[in-house]
């Protein structure tokens, strides 16, 4: 039985119970899955076996002093019942939301506190041991690109530990110390939170075991040529590890492409996804064989629906380079042309952070984000001009649709006509809410653009246009899916919606109204009708995708309707709550 890498395969009992029913488990000893299950005790362990360890504080007692913290879940993983505290007075409602959210995603809602170091890296060090006394420090991973506390984009090997001189040697003892000291067999995972800070270079603490394989195992099977998995049902087969394994060469980088919306507080995405096409693929679940390229691991394809109930992650698309920079610009392009429609996802946050100076020079701390800013990190991939250039694509395709949909006079030449053709007008609406008016016409020969001397139209298809600017070409690829209009090119991906040319009935929210960013699950409501509220104050939580999202009030005003409950399902833009600005006139009774 081999559990994944999911909850599962960090569940002591569900191990305990595949060996009980005389299945061979594909993992370490139970005792092992079960000290490392708790970070609190596997800490103690830790510690205990000359592992460097960060003070564990606890929550009731924490001082202004020891600000910044971060609150942790003692179980579980993947950044669920994690939150960072700045302020004393905020620390009560963040432990029992870390709470709350450990429950819900582990069973246990047990928390700790621990020193928070705001530009830490997160190292990581794969290791695998057989049954024999072999334990082998296969190679280190760097995570320190993160959103809420998860990862999004790793790599092997760390640009901190190849900087840092004795470093990796350190490391390596560490991890292979931590698996030692449980009698640890088969694949795991020991990850550090690792000091940049003058003085402090390379100093390093443990973080937590996690006893299964990693989604990011992918980085090393590149750089080492080795495949974990077959090494798991080996070691699991009582079979030798070499006294060394092999030397890495390269480097490799996983990116997570998310449904989801950076923009709007990393908002989960769930529906239907009509088409994930990343061009260029070599490998699809299995190595590169240290060649460069782009390798794809995803169990998502074309019409695909994305649940609201599990982690909104579609892909994780890994490439190899014989540099750091041609193994992150290789990964960029790919995601550039990668064809994603249906769902909003990271995809520019990823490219922009992969084409960042300041991660080409592997500054790559955790407070990423904070440093560079989510305004200039979210930064569309398609300029002014691709938007423009997009629309005009979308219209001419469209229009040959049309054409080809009109049966046998699909098939007349559009210059067989007594009078000439008139301007045909589209208009479409960018992701920003810019809108795009493109004219053409028919001709003798086919469509042109009347007023746009700029561009030239090169050749038409339903699904293909090509247009030249400055005399050079660009070809376009366009979908529809009703409205939405997905049109892909190298100078980048660009999502439009096609405005109908009569008005429709207005749809307005009305003003003060909390509205559901996603579908899910309300789990608190934090005031009552008739309560006085401030703008930003969290009024209501939904669960998604086993996070927590505060729905905050849009402005000072009353609670005059809550339209749901705890426990009810709710889809994206279903209206939660109004908030009401209060009367600014006399009260009743009062003189004028």
Not at 110 to 134: I, K, N, S, W
Not at 550 to 571: C, F, K, M, R, W
Request: proline share 6%.
């Amino acid at each position: 039985m081999h559990p994944g890498y999911g909850f599962l395969s960090e569940n002591a009992e569900f191990a305990a119970a595949v060996q009980e029913a005389g299945l061979t488990w594909v993992g370490p000893p139970v005792d092992a899955v079960r000290a490392m299950g708790s970070k609190i005790e596997s800490k103690k362990l830790m510690a205990a076996a000359g592992v460097p360890v960060l003070e564990e504080l606890d929550p009731d007692a924490v001082t202004t002093a020891q600000l910044p913290v971060l609150v942790k879940a003692s179980a579980g993983g993947g950044g669920r019942g994690m939150r960072v505290v700045h302020e004393l007075s905020a620390l009560p409602a963040e432990v029992e939301a870390a709470r709350r959210e450990a429950q819900s995603a582990f069973g246990d809602p047990t928390v700790f506190c621990e020193r928070y170091l705001p530009t830490g890296h997160h190292v990581e060090v794969q290791v695998m041991a057989d049954t024999h006394g072999t334990v082998w420090a296969v190679g280190e991973r760097e995570c320190s690109i993160q959103r809420r506390h998860q990862k999004i984009i790793e790599e092997a090997p760390s640009p901190l530990v190849e900087r840092v001189p004795g470093m990796r040697a350190k490391l390596f003892d560490a991890a292979r110390l931590a698996a030692s000291a449980i009698g640890y067999t088969g694949a795991g995972t020991v990850e550090f939170l690792a000091d940049d800070s003058p003085g402090r270079e390379g100093e390093f603490y443990f973080l937590e075991m996690n006893t299964r394989l990693q989604v990011e195992h992918p980085v090393t099977e590149e750089t080492t040529g080795l495949d974990l998995v077959e090494l798991q049902l080996m070691i699991a087969d009582c079979g030798r590890l070499d006294t060394e394994p092999p030397p890495a060469q390269g480097y490799s980088i996983e990116a997570r492409l998310y449904a989801e919306d950076p923009a709007h507080g990393w908002q989960p995405q769930a529906g239907v996804m009509h088409t994930i096409e990343v061009p260029g693929v070599r490998a699809q679940f299995d190595s590169l064989g240290q060649r460069t390229g782009i390798r794809l691991d995803s169990g998502i394809v074309d019409g695909s629906t994305v649940s609201i109930h599990y982690d909104p992650m579609l892909a994780k698309v890994v490439s190899y380079g014989a540099t750091r920079r041609q193994a992150a610009l290789v990964l960029a392009d790919a995601l550039v042309r990668a064809r994603l429609h249906g769902l909003r996802t990271n995809r520019e946050l990823l490219v922009n952070v992969l084409r960042h100076p300041a991660f080409l020079d592997g500054a790559t701390d955790t407070g990423f984000f904070d440093t560079h800013g989510m305004a200039e990190l979210s930064t569309p991939l398609a300029d002014t001009a691709t938007l423009r250039l997009s629309a005009i694509a979308a219209a001419l395709a469209d229009a040959e649709h049309n054409r080809a949909s009109a049966g046998v006079f699909s098939s007349i030449p559009s210059g067989w006509r007594n009078l000439a053709s008139g301007y045909q007008v589209k208009t479409y609406r960018d992701d920003a809410d810019t809108e795009h008016r493109v004219e053409y016409r028919f001709t003798r020969t086919g469509l042109a653009l009347p007023g746009d001397p700029v561009v030239q139209l090169v050749s038409a298809d339903v699904d293909q246009v090509v247009l030249a600017q400055d005399g050079v070409a660009h070809g376009f690829t366009v979908a529809r899916h009703g409205p939405d209009v997905y049109v892909d090119s190298a100078r980048g991906p660009v999502h439009l919606v096609a405005l109908s040319r009569f008005p429709e009935p207005s749809s307005a929210v009305e003003q003060g109204s909390l509205v559901a960013p996603m579908p899910g699950n309300v789990i608190r409501i934090g005031a009552e009708v008739g309560d006085t509220v401030t703008a930003g104050q969290p009024l209501i939580w939904l669960e998604a995708m086993k996070m927590e999202h505060t729905i905050a009030a849009p402005a000072d005003g009353v609670l005059t309707h809550v339209s749901v409950n705890t426990g009810q399902q709710v889809e994206v833009g279903a209206i939660l709550a109004r908030v009401e600005a209060p009367q600014n006139g006399p009260a009743e009774g009062d003189s004028p």
